[in-house]
Each structure stands twice: as C-alpha cells, then as structure tokens.
C-alpha cells in the first residue's frame, strides 16, 4: 500500500535520509525505531510532502498505486488527513490554542466531506467517545489548554481517524506523556489499527513503546535502515551491530535479582557524619 | 555523529551583504560629517542672493539653496546637529531604557507591573507632542529635541528588552548561577545583558534611524536647530514651498536622510548576526 | 544519620493557586542515594529545589545537618550554597551560551571560594568527567547533549558538595548516552563520598541508582521505601499502577 524506493532526502549536499526500499502492507503496523538525528522524522513527513523546502527529495513514495513526492500542494491537500493522517509529538503544540476542542476535531471532516454541520458534531462526539474521551459534550466546548496532556493527544487521534484514512502515521506520539498515560494512548492506538482497516508506522526512539504496537520494525541510524524485520525477531536476536547497541542501552526496570545485585555493588558512605 | 540541521550555517557571518554595506554606507555618513568640522566645498553660511536656487552643477554639486547657499555644504553642516542630537538622545534612550527594562524583568510581578505601565505611558505620547510642548516652555533648541526624543526612547526600549530578559532569567543557567551563589544584580548585568546584547544594538540602531527622522520632522517644524544652526529637517522646511520650482533643494537633502537612515538600520542587522555566537562561529558536526 | 530533611513542606508558585507541594516530608540519610519518581504535576521537581534552597516554602521547614535552612542562608549563605549542588535536566539550558566552557566550569569555584582556577584544576575536572580538557575553549552549542552533561556534573562537583540533586539529568539525552552519563554519576558518587538525590519519572533509571525511593503523586509523597520495595513490592495503589504501566512501556527481550 505504501512503497518507498529509494528515499533520498539532502540539503545544500549534505546526506540526510536514504532508503533504499521500504514497504508498508494494508492494515500492518510498522515502527521506526531510531535516535534523534537518525532521520526518522524526516522520512515519514516526506511521505506527506512536509519538509522544509530548503531540503531536496529524490526518489519514489507510491501511496495506493500513486506516487506522492513532487505532488502539488492542492493535491497533497486532498490527501492529507483524509487517506494518510499523522499524529506529532507534543499535542500541546499541535493544536490551535484559540479554538474550541469541538471545532478543531470536526477540521477534517469539513474539508474532506460533504456532512453538514449537525452532523459533523454528531460524528465528532462519536468519535472522541471511540477514543476514549469522557463526558465528549464538555470537552468539545472546552479549550486545548484545559486539557490534560493525555486527553489532547487522544483528541490529535480522534481527529486523525475521522475520515478513516488508510494510514495512521503517529511520530513520537507518547513521549510527551506520563508513562500511566502513554500506556493507555497506545493501548488505544492498537485497538484502533485493530478495528478498522488502517495501518499504522509508528515513530519513535523508545524500543519498548514501539515493540507494544509493531509487528515489523525497521531500525534507523544516520539516515538509513539498518535492520529490516518482524518486532520479535529483530528484539530478541538482532544481527545489526547498531540494533545491539540500542537494545543494549535500554534501561529496563530491574528485577528483584538484579535489585540485589545493584545493591551490593552500591557505594556505602565512607565519609562518616 | 549527529547531523544536526541546526547546527547548519548558510554563510560567514562576517561577508553578509548587510554587514558590508552598512559599514559602508555608515562609515561615508560619519566621514562627511567628519570632514565638515573642518572644511566644506563652501562657507555654509555665506549668502549670496544673486546664485540663488542654482541647479546643480560643477561648481556647486548640489546646487544652492534659497539664500545662495551651497547646499551641499549645508547638508554636511546639518549632519553635525542631527548626528549629535541623534546620538545623545539614542545613547540616554538605550542606557536608561536597557536599565528600566532589566529591572522590571528582573524584579517581582508587582514592580516589574509598575514599571511596564510607566514604560507604556511613555510611548503611547508622541516625541512630537513633547517636543511641542518643551519648545514653548523652555524654548525651541536642541536641548528640547534630546529630551523629547530620549523621553520616547527610554520606555521603547525598555518595553524591548522586558521581553527576552524575562525569557532569559527563566532559562535553568540562570538557577545555576544561583545556585553557584551568584547575586541577582551580578546574574542580570552580567548573564542577562551579554544575552540580550544582539537586541539591545538592533534596537539602537533602528532608533537611531528613527531619531534621525524625528529629529528632521522636528526641525522640519521649527522645533529644532535655530538659526543660524542648520539641520537636515530644518533644509527640507526651507524646501518645501519651492518643491516645484527646484525639486533638487527636496530630494538631494531627503535622499541623505534615507541614505542614512538605510545605513544604520544594515549595520545594526549586519551587527546582530554577527555578535550571536552560535552564528558566527562554526558548527560542531 | 539524617543529612538533609523536610518537614511539613507546603509550597505554591502563586499566591492563591493550587500547592504545588502539599504537606510533604522526607529525610536523607548522609552517602545514600534517593530517587525522587513521579508524574508530571506530582511537585518531584519542586521538591529538591526546595531541599537545596533555591526556593523558599511557605510553611514547613527543611534542615541540613540538623540547622535549619533559613539560619544557615542568613549566618552563611555559601556554606549552604557548598552544600548541596544541583544538576539540571537540559544541558543545553544550564549554560550560558555566550560563556565559554571554561569560565562556566569555573563559576561555582569563583562565586563561592572567591578565586580563580587555573587552567590545571579546570582541565583535571574535565578529564575526570570524561571529556578533552580542549573542549573548555568552546562555546556550549559546540557540544553535544551527553557532553554537556557531564560538564554540568564537573561545574557542580567542582566545589565539593556534600549532596548532588539531580533534575532529570538523562531526561533529554539519547538513549545510547544515558547509560554512560548514568554510569559517570555512579562513579562519581563513589569517589567522591556524595550523597545523591535524584529525580526522574523513569523507574528504571532510578530502580538502578537509588537505594531509597519516594514516590511523588499531587504534591505528596505516596509511598517510600527501598528500591526492592516499591518495584518489587509495591504497596499503594498508586505506586502499583505506576510501575505495572512502566514495565508495560518498557523493552521486553530475552537476554
């Protein structure tokens, strides 16, 4: 459904992204697992022609039988939130401080659809409850920043699937939230990508987040894919020295084992009071 | 390695376009002004009523003024006052108003509220207006016109520096100085101020431009320079009624003014990009 | 033996908003190590700067060495200030990007000994933390996030604190810098006797440093313990639901 072949993405000569060939399949989530600089970001918003235009792309991305790079801006209009939708970082930033939560969730839906506007409420309340959002009515007439963190990027996804698009880009989309929360927006994104027909490539730089929504994973270092597979096999025996090294560095809660390992190995004070 | 977009500069600070001809085009301003101290293509002030309102030629470049006047030589005479008056008024402005606004950044919510009112009254009164008025008190001169530009400075000033001082005490280096036992006053004048230096020269610079046309529109009044003192605004007053008669008396003196004004405003922009540290020295890849 | 305390810390920001920390106390025992956890809004960050000083509570008390706060800051503000030092979540903020490495690196020594190192001292610091005493030539935006971090770790150990309070100090680094960074503190702390107090949302930073946890939620402490307590064996709702929902973020894997 979604084909990259050879991604280039440059600025003023400098190398940024390049990949060779990448390959999403209808309904199948995908991370990309990556740490900042490693170009990450960059490839998937090329997908939707968001780049700054300081930088040059070359290459190919087919979006269901079309390609997508070098569209004009009224096309990738058309696609935008309608057949792939993307879900950023931070919602807080995301979303327009000087309009209603009700009003921006509709945004979609009223450049993409012919409902009137008694019906896009009602599609919109609909769609905040499928995400999870309590009490719907009062939220919408609520403002961005009276919002918890949680409820905000719960609203970038309702907003996300309201023209049920065929592919659900998220890019980091937990790291701003607490770690009860981020649990639960990802438990929310799985049933989602699991109820309908969407697919999903999931960004981000944290492992463990991204081995609770993918089935593949394509790891990420300066620009190029390093590791192409599915999520257990790449986790559990990888063959990417990079890959390794990440997996290596992942903190992971110790266990009452390691606990009292830690604890013998750690300092006593030997300065006395 | 990282590759850090960021970190990507487009071109040495030091060869900007601005940079250059501002220097140029500044440094030509203040050498004529220069100069005129001590010599002028003609006594600025001899008057001869026969060479009256002669277009240009090679014996007076830019023609003469009303009274016979080289006009060149008046204009380069003229610069001396608008450049002095520009410039004590741009220096109290910039000292005292960089002071208001450090303090009321750097002091609580309730003097900092103060001091951004009084700023806010000072504005919102037109130099224009205080000038008026000290001219009919004290009596017109150049004495009134620093005032009235410098009572408009201060608070603009002050109201620019608020901004990015606040900004700036917010940011954790500043909770590290004090908790290195750093005082306020040492964290303000010397972490603050280097920190929000690109503003403070822009913003000189722009107001210099500005008080140059204040200072024209002044004189042009009859606020300003009294005879027999003469300034740019106080040529372009005795133009105007023959605008039509002899354009050149109007634009060859309004086109110093621009010049100028353009001068300052391409060095102040040259100057904040190069003093920015993090433009003007190489990225580390 | 208790080295630094909190008794009945109630603070707030403004003057009539919510309490950013509501009825909290703490005791640190000199030479361990405490994490401090808890969610955005729980009053972790807060806390410690209240510990150290930088910010005053409007009710309660907080001792060091058994004095009160507000005596030594009046009878010797720069013991206090030698007392304890503070290390901050963004390197990249903590400095002052017009100084370079150098005399940023030699601020606490010239603040609080009221002398100057020479380039000697600083350059042992540097090496000591890792990094090319070149590097104290440079400006911070020269420096990479990892590196800068272990220069904010030399600029707080430079004047011998009895206690580090560490802000996030990984927080906004990359993964594959977070463990040496960590591993840096660890040492550190070993070598220099330092009591460390640590805060961080992420367990598992903290479950590998810390012998004691406090768990933070609304300005309140919810449950304190060992380590061992509160991630093996958590007690309080609270605790419980946080370190299940961590454990299900975080990286499972055969090793």
Redesign the interface.
């Known amino acids: 459904m979604l084909e990259i072949n050879n991604l280039h993405i440059s ?2 000569g ?1 190398s ?1 992204v390049k990949i060779d060939h990448l390959v999403v399949a209808p309904n199948e989530r995908l991370g990309i697992v990556g ?3 490693s170009g990450k970001t960059l490839t998937v918003l090329s997908i939707l022609g968001l780049l700054p235009t300081m930088m040059k792309v070359q290459g190919s991305v087919i979006f269901a039988g079309q390609e997508l790079l070098g569209r004009s801006e009224d096309d990738l209009a058309k696609i935008r939130g309608r057949d792939i939708a993307m879900v950023f970082q931070d919602p807080g930033r995301s979303l327009n401080p000087t309009m209603k939560i009700g009003r921006q969730a509709g945004e979609t839906l009223r450049l993409h659809s012919d409902l009137s506007k008694s019906e896009i409420k009602e599609k919109v309340l609909g769609l905040m409850h499928s995400v999870q959002l309590k009490d719907p009515e009062k939220l919408a007439s609520r403002y961005p920043h009276e919002l918890s ?1 949680g409820q905000q990027q719960r609203v970038m996804i309702a907003m996300a699937i309201a023209c049920k698009p065929r592919l659900l880009i998220a890019d980091e989309p ?1 790291t701003a939230l ?3 929360v ?2 639960e927006v ?1 438990k929310l994104l799985l049933k989602l990508s699991q109820e309908s027909d969407m697919a999903m490539v999931f960004v981000s ?5 991204v ?2 929504v993918s089935e593949r994973i394509a790891v990420m270092h ?2 190029e894919i390093v590791e192409l597979g599915p999520t257990a096999q790449i ?2 025996s990888p063959s990417a020295a990079y890959t390794k ?12 084992q390691e ?2 390992r ?2 013998g190995s ?6 006395g ?1 | 390695m990282k590759k850090s977009i960021r970190n990507f500069r487009t071109q040495p600070a030091i060869k900007s376009p601005q940079l250059i001809v501002g220097i140029i085009l500044t440094g030509l301003v203040l050498a004529i002004t220069l100069v005129s101290f001590f010599w002028t293509p003609w006594d600025p002030i001899a008057i001869d009523v026969e060479k009256r309102l002669l277009t240009p030629s090679f014996s007076h470049w830019f023609g003469t003024d009303r009274l016979g006047r080289d006009l060149l030589s008046q204009i380069m005479v003229g610069s001396q006052n608008t450049l002095y008056v520009t410039l004590v008024s741009t220096l109290i402005g910039v000292v005292l108003g960089t002071s208001l606004g450090l303090a009321a950044a750097g002091s609580g919510p309730r003097w900092g509220g103060i001091l951004t009112r009084i700023s806010d009254i000072g504005i919102a009164i037109p130099s224009i207006l205080i000038a008026l008025v000290l001219a009919t008190t004290l009596g017109p001169g150049r004495l009134s016109v620093i005032i009235a530009i410098s009572f408009w400075f201060v608070p603009v000033t002050a109201r620019v520096v608020v901004g990015p001082a606040r900004q700036i005490l917010s940011l954790d280096f500043v909770e590290a100085a004090m908790t290195h036992g750093r005082t306020r006053m040492y964290i303000v004048f010397r972490q603050v101020l280097p920190n929000i230096a690109p503003i403070v020269i822009v913003q000189t610079s722009m107001m210099f431009a500005a008080g140059i046309l204040i200072e024209a529109s002044l004189s042009f009044l009859g606020v300003g320079a009294q005879p027999p003192t003469t300034s740019w605004g106080k040529i372009l007053m005795d133009s105007q009624p023959l605008v039509q008669e002899a354009p050149y008396y109007t634009l060859l003196p309004g086109s110093f003014v621009v010049i100028t004004v353009l001068a300052f405003n391409l060095l102040g922009d040259g100057l904040a990009v190069l003093l920015d540290p993090q433009q003007s020295q190489k990225g580390v890849a | 033996m208790p080295l630094v305390t909190a008794s009945n810390l109630k603070f707030r920001y403004s003057s009539s908003g919510p309490w950013t920390i509501n009825d909290v106390s703490l005791s640190i025992d000199a030479g361990t190590s405490v994490g401090i956890v808890g969610e955005s809004g729980s009053g972790k960050s807060t806390i410690i700067r209240l510990l150290s000083g930088l910010l005053t509570p409007q009710e309660g008390v907080v001792s060091i060495d058994g004095k009160n706060l507000s005596e030594w800051s009046k009878e010797s503000p720069r013991e206090l200030r030698r007392f304890g030092q503070l290390v901050f979540q963004s390197p990249r903020r903590s400095f002052d990007p017009r100084m370079r490495l150098g005399r940023a690196l030699s601020e606490p020594i010239r603040a609080l000994e009221k002398r100057t190192p020479n380039a000697e001292e600083l350059g042992s610091w540097m090496s000591r933390v890792g990094l090319s005493p070149e590097l104290l030539d440079r400006y911070p935006h020269q420096l990479s996030g990892g590196q800068l971090q272990r220069v904010s770790f030399a600029r707080a150990m430079s004047i011998g604190p009895q206690v580090l309070y560490a802000d996030e100090p990984t927080s906004s680094l990359d993964v594959s810098v977070q463990a040496q960074v960590l591993n840096l503190l660890m040492e550190l702390r070993k070598d220099l006797g330092l009591t460390l107090v640590l805060v961080s949302h992420d367990l598992a930073v903290v479950g590998r440093m810390c012998e004691r946890i406090i768990v933070m939620s609304g300005g309140r402490v919810v449950e304190e313990g060992t380590a061992v307590d509160i991630l093996v064996n958590p007690k309080h709702e609270y605790t419980i639901g946080l370190v299940e929902a961590a454990k299900a973020v975080s990286l499972k894997h055969e090793n």
Do not use: K
Not at chain 1, 205 to 209: I, Q
């Open positions: 600025i003023a400098r940024l740490e900042s600089g963190g937990t607490d770690v009860t981020q649990q990802l730089h944290n492992l463990g987040v081995q609770a300066d620009g986790l559990d090294e990440l997996i290596g560095a992942n903190l992971s809660i110790p266990d009452a606990l009292s830690l604890s750690r300092f006593q004070n030997t300065r009071v």
